[in-house]
């Protein structure tokens, strides 16, 4: 597996190439999304910001989104994670939205999913949508992770626009 320097500078010299912009919208990744993606030299030709949405206040505060605009739709779902990664995109007016919600551990979250299950989607010209279940409770391992996947995703995403 690529480190995830490796893999936020692949994503952000495309960006750069076809001149696209990119916000974040994490859970459980914690803000390493947009730290592979802040670390490349130049990322601020590409990145409009990003946030940790890690509780529904924060959900309602940072992406202006309320709680009737879920109703009987729940976190960490793939559903879910498109509704956030096309907010972030409208709310930061930029080409591509990506997020993630999930599990990290040890123990699994309030709904039911167990540790190491995240939801990642990418909303933009493309828009994919992946759950990621790694079967392992290891906090710190499953950030990792769903960052790892979360930015390959994107990578697919962007190089499928084309």
């Not at 690529?2 to 960006?15: N, S």
């Not at 990418?122 to 499953?142: D, F, K, L, M, Y």
């Not at 996947?149 to 995403?157: G, N, P, T, V």
Request: charged residues 20%.
């Amino acid at each position: 597996m690529r480190d995830l320097t490796t893999m936020g500078y692949a994503a952000g010299e495309l960006l750069k190439e076809r001149h696209h912009t990119i916000s974040v919208a994490e859970s459980s990744a914690g803000g390493l999304i947009s730290a592979a993606l802040v670390a490349v030299p130049g990322a601020s030709a590409f990145f409009l910001g990003g946030s940790v949405i890690y509780t529904l206040a924060a959900r309602r505060v940072l992406l202006n989104l309320h709680d009737e605009e879920f109703t009987g739709i729940r976190a960490s779902t793939e559903e879910y994670a498109l509704r956030m990664a096309r907010a972030v995109r409208q709310l930061f007016g930029t080409t591509w939205g990506i997020s993630e919600t999930g599990a990290t551990g040890p123990t699994g979250n309030r709904y039911g999913d167990a540790a190491g299950h995240a939801c990642v989607a990418v909303a933009g010209p493309v828009e994919r949508v992946i759950t990621i279940e790694t079967r392992h409770s290891g906090r710190e391992a499953n950030m990792w992770m769903f960052t790892a996947a979360a930015l390959e995703l994107f990578e697919q995403s962007i190089r499928q626009s084309a």
